[in-house]
């Protein structure tokens, strides 16, 4: 028999086990049979193996599903049956576990999620606010482009596509590790101790991504993202990316050197402002682009980024090679700090005070057209 058809019986032998397996009621909801307590679930695209066991001594035990969308697929599968559904936020679905001779009521719980409600002012750029990035020559991106040059450039590239090269060349240099840390913070160092086998954590994809962006002659910055909570946050409470601007759409727009990602709305790529309200506004039709093989999933990607897409913060003084840098009433970085939000200036989990931003509410100081 056909190797092919022999699988696709199979499956539909299968298939009908399951659904045969679920016609089976206990108190007027569908049975699932268990071997033992282990689970694992999928909601979307992602999978959850292990998160959830099956416990009969738990009276209607709840998973809790954060919805982003209007609406969830969901699948639940024991070592022996399976169930899927679509579920809404505020809504729940209920099934029994059979284990042994036990029933265990396990209840599917759909939970709106609850964004942000971020703004900030539209008020005209304070003009004392200038933001400098590199024009002309430079003999460091000069070395960058000699040492690691970007071949896969070509004529006719609009930005976007030679951005998205660029962030999937990035990276693939190395595998993400949180724990170790280049000997500098320059692309050259990193590329080269990348190449010797060593792995690097977010603020390295943010620093390569944007050193290449800039040999390329884009003005790129690197962009740090902290959460509402990050003064009392016990758990690290930021993460690195790169904003670059293209010079085809006049705007900014957001990549994620470690994800690999660059977000979209209608077409159009979006900066880190822009993408935290997508999130919230526009989930169900807002974008994550890449070239990667192996693209990393809407839901997983939010779920990691959007709760530090609250305060951002970059450098002054972007240029290479500058003895004096440039800053603004004595201050390196400027933060982009919502309306009505504390302005951070102390950080518990590193035990360290920001106290070198200018603090500013207004989208036009932040996201001013490089000069």
């Known amino acids: 028999m056909n190797s092919k058809l022999t699988i696709l019986l199979v499956f539909l032998i299968l298939s009908t086990y399951v659904s045969a397996q679920n016609t089976k009621q206990h108190k007027g909801l569908p049975v699932l049979n268990a071997n033992s307590d282990w689970t694992k679930y999928r909601v979307g ?10 416990a009969p001594q738990v009276a209607h035990d709840t998973l809790t599903i954060n919805c982003y969308g209007a609406e969830e697929s969901f699948g639940f599968w024991t070592d022996a049956d399976s169930i899927e559904f679509n579920l809404k936020a505020n809504t729940s679905k209920s099934f029994y576990v059979k284990l042994g001779e036990q029933y265990a009521h396990t209840i ?3 939970v709106a999620f609850q964004p942000d409600r971020i703004k900030y002012d ?4 304070d003009a004392a606010v200038n933001i400098k990035y590199q024009t002309g020559a430079s003999d460091y991106l000069e070395e960058l482009k000699k040492s690691f040059p970007l071949n896969f450039i070509k004529d006719g590239m609009n930005d976007t596509e030679v951005v998205l090269a660029v962030l999937n060349w990035t990276n693939s240099r190395w595998d993400h590790n949180g724990n170790n840390s280049p000997s500098k913070n320059d692309a050259i160092t990193i590329l080269n101790e990348a190449s010797e086998g060593q792995q690097f954590p977010c603020f390295a994809y943010a620093i390569v991504l944007r050193d290449q962006l800039n040999a390329l002659g884009y003005k790129a910055r690197t962009v740090y993202l902290k959460t509402g909570d990050a003064k009392h946050r016990t758990s690290p409470p930021g993460h690195v ?11 900014w727009v957001f990549v994620d050197g470690q ?9 159009t790529p979006l900066n880190a402002v822009e993408f935290q309200n997508a999130i919230g506004e526009h989930y169900d039709t807002f974008e994550l682009r890449s070239l990667a093989s192996e693209k990393a999933t809407k839901r997983s990607y939010v779920d990691f980024v959007y709760d530090y897409l609250f ?6 003084d972007n240029r ?3 003895e004096q840098r440039h800053t603004v009433n004595e201050k390196r970085s400027i933060m982009l700090v919502p309306v009505g939000a504390e302005e951070l200036s102390h950080i518990n989990f590193w035990n360290m005070d920001v106290d070198y931003c200018l603090y500013t509410n207004s989208l036009k100081d932040f996201y001013a057209k490089p000069k």
């Open 241 to 251: 990316a790169t904003e670059v601007y293209l010079e085809d759409l006049q705007k």
């Open 45 to 54: 695209q992602d999978w959850y193996p292990g998160w959830w066991s099956v």
């Open 259 to 267: 994800f690999n990602v660059m977000p979209f709305l209608d077409g």
């Open 108 to 110: 599917i719980q759909g």
């Open 122 to 125: 539209s008020k005209a750029q």
């Open 311 to 316: 305060y951002l913060d970059t450098t002054f």
């Open 320 to 322: 290479y090679e500058r």
